[in-house]
């Protein structure tokens, strides 16, 4: 089997392929979910059947972080209610410690020692927020009100807060602090696996950030296995060290997170996990070549006419290159321009070879310097790493496919 090299006049211009970082898949799976499926209704004439979660497999090492992203309606939540034993599965295993809790077994929520912030928070209105928090608490372990006052004061200071908050009641407190609260009344229970259901989305930008910080080092310290779930691809591509991408009841793609933003599985996860530039290219051995030029892929699984990814940030402006474009508009967003360019006609050094598509093609870049992204002018642009060749006719993830 050899596989076609090459020419050397595109090899010699090849970047450096970047290294992924490996992912370690440890033997120590703290939880493991195994051809999970899950129907709501039964069909007839009252409502049709509604098959959430198609089977579902997914593995979480002990003490690490993982993000179930995917557009809403896709099963995030019904998999995270699923795992705290809040529903049963209709078919597959669920197993924590090596123990199956649901399947062949089945283990109560109160009896699986999983806490859960659910998406709304959700602490007791009438209660103060110290009451909120004692809420959880093993009362065989904490006996006595001093006790309990000085354990409420431990789980407020590990979300961040001084004692003072105990007698403030939830409307006293602004949003990211009641999320605070409900992972202290969460982490109140001593869990060994936390489940957070979208807890930093009604939060604004700049303090769902620090929220998530300081959530994710208490949880690291700790020692917690974590799941979150999330339709923010930013938040679960920080936030985790695997991220598992679901549509449609399915996980379309499980991996840390530089891989699944790097190397996606199909069109629709890399269009979902973030911008994409795609364009129609001629794949031979490990290069492709489209209106951007030569561009190298790792471990192609097809060959010929394919479409090419790269993520924005890889096309650059450069001072000198083959590769050409006009920018067409821009937006500025401060720290960078996002940035509209159509792409000249094949370059010229692929001009003879008929097979190598495209030629004037639109993408979208981003650059940190507007001033070199006026209207009409004429750019040289360069690929940095490599890209993503996926076989003509995936279809996108249009508004209608995430919102299945
Ligand atoms: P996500 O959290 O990803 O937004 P959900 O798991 O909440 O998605 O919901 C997935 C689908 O399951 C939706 O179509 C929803 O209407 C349906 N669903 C969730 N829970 C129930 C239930 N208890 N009964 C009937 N349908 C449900
Ligand atoms: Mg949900």
């Given at each position: 089997m050899t596989e076609q090299s090459p020419t050397?006049?595109?090899?010699?211009?090849?970047?450096?392929?970047?290294?992924?970082?490996?992912?370690?898949?440890t033997a120590d799976h703290h939880l493991e979910i195994e051809g999970v499926t899950k129907t709501f209704g039964r069909g007839g004439s009252r409502g049709g059947r509604n098959e959430v979660l198609k089977g579902i497999n997914l593995h979480v090492a002990r003490?690490?972080?993982?993000?179930?992203?995917?557009?809403s309606g896709s099963g995030k939540t019904t998999l995270l209610r699923l795992i705290a034993g809040f529903e049963s599965p209709d078919a597959g295993r669920i197993t924590l410690d090596g123990e199956a809790v649901a399947g062949e077994r089945w283990v109560p929520a109160h009896r699986r020692n999983i806490g859960y912030v659910a998406q709304d928070g959700a602490l007791f209105p009438h209660l103060s927020v110290g009451q909120n928090i004692a809420f959880g608490l093993d009362h065989g372990k904490y006996r006595?009100?001093?006790?309990?006052?000085?354990?409420?004061?431990?789980?407020?200071?590990?979300?961040?807060?001084?004692?003072?908050?105990?007698?403030?009641?939830?409307?006293?407190?602004?949003?990211?602090?009641q999320q605070r609260i409900a992972l202290a009344r969460a982490?109140?229970?001593?869990?060994?696996?936390?489940?957070?259901?979208?807890?930093?989305?009604?939060?604004?930008?700049?303090?769902?950030?620090?929220?998530?910080?300081?959530?994710?080092?208490?949880?690291?310290?700790?020692?917690v296995t974590t799941i979150l779930v999330t339709h923010d691809q930013a938040e679960a591509l920080s936030?985790?060290?695997?991220?598992?991408?679901?549509?449609?009841?399915?996980?379309?793609?499980?991996?840390?997170?530089f891989v699944v933003y790097t190397r996606p599985a199909d069109r629709a996860t890399a269009e979902f996990l973030g911008d994409a530039v795609i364009l129609d290219a001629w794949l031979e051995g490990s290069l492709a070549m489209?209106?951007?030029?030569?561009?190298?892929?790792?471990?192609?699984?097809t060959q010929g006419h394919v479409q090419i990814m790269l993520r924005p940030e890889q096309v650059r402006i450069a001072s000198d290159s083959p590769i050409h474009g006009t920018v067409l508009d821009w937006d500025y967003f401060g720290p960078e321009s996002s940035v509209r360019i159509k792409l000249a006609d094949r370059p010229a050094d692929l001009a003879l070879d008929s097979r190598v598509p495209g030629g004037g093609?639109?993408?979208?870049?981003?650059?940190?310097?507007?001033?070199?992204?006026?209207?009409?002018?004429?750019?040289?642009?360069?690929?940095?790493?490599?890209?993503?060749?996926?076989?003509?006719?995936?279809p996108a993830a249009g508004p209608s496919r995430l919102a299945e």
């Open positions: 050397p006049t595109f090899a010699s211009r090849l970047p450096e392929p970047r290294v992924a970082p490996s992912i370690a898949d003490g690490g972080t993982t993000a179930i992203v995917g557009p006595g009100r001093k006790v309990v006052a000085a354990r409420v004061e431990e789980l407020l200071e590990m979300v961040a807060l001084d004692g003072s908050y105990a007698k403030r009641r939830p409307h006293e407190l602004s949003g990211g602090q982490m109140a229970r001593e869990p060994e696996v936390m489940l957070l259901d979208e807890p930093f989305s009604a939060l604004d930008a700049g303090l769902r950030v620090a929220t998530r910080r300081a959530v994710s080092k208490v949880l690291a310290k700790a020692g936030f985790a060290d695997q991220v598992a991408v679901m549509r449609g009841g399915k996980l379309a793609q499980i991996g840390n997170p489209c209106s951007l030029g030569p561009i190298p892929v790792r471990h192609p699984t093609e639109v993408i979208t870049i981003r650059h940190w310097n507007a001033a070199m992204a006026r209207k009409g002018m004429d750019l040289a642009l360069k690929v940095i790493g490599e890209g993503v060749a996926f076989p003509l006719g995936e």
